[in-house]
């Protein structure tokens, strides 16, 4: 896989960036989005920008299933989706960096991108 670039990318590239409140909409409509599709499926649109093995890998333990059975809300899931939004948010970041080798992600490159996007100004070009 490729290297993510360091260099801030000249407008050209970039074109049009999305302003500070188009980021929040966006950001706060996948949200909802993914929580939508945690609790069912089949309530998502099918515009949804989530691939399968991420689905699985932030459902893992707030899940359940039975043999022939479609996946049900565990009792984890039911206290995730009681959680506040900061806490959920810690407990997909576990996930998503527990599960990185399966993926064939270095965990410690992945923390080390996650530490340097937390020093970047959201909204903002360097």
Not at 9 to 21: A, D, I, Q
Not at 48 to 75: N, V, W
């Amino acid at each position: 896989s490729g290297c993510l670039p360091r260099e801030p990318l000249p407008f050209s590239v970039t074109g049009r960036l999305p302003t500070l409140v188009e980021l929040e909409n966006y950001a706060l409509d996948q949200w909802e989005c993914f929580l939508l599709q945690l609790i069912n499926s089949s309530q998502v649109e099918k515009g949804t920008t989530f691939s399968s093995s991420m689905m699985k890998t932030f459902q893992r333990g707030l899940l359940s299933s039975r043999d022939g059975e479609a996946a049900k809300l565990s009792e984890n899931g039911f206290q995730f989706l009681l959680m506040e939004t900061n806490a959920q948010l810690w407990y997909i970041m576990r996930e998503y960096i527990s599960s990185a080798e399966e993926r064939g992600v270095d965990p410690t490159d992945l923390i080390s991108f996650l530490l340097e996007l937390s020093f970047h100004t959201q909204g903002a070009v360097k």
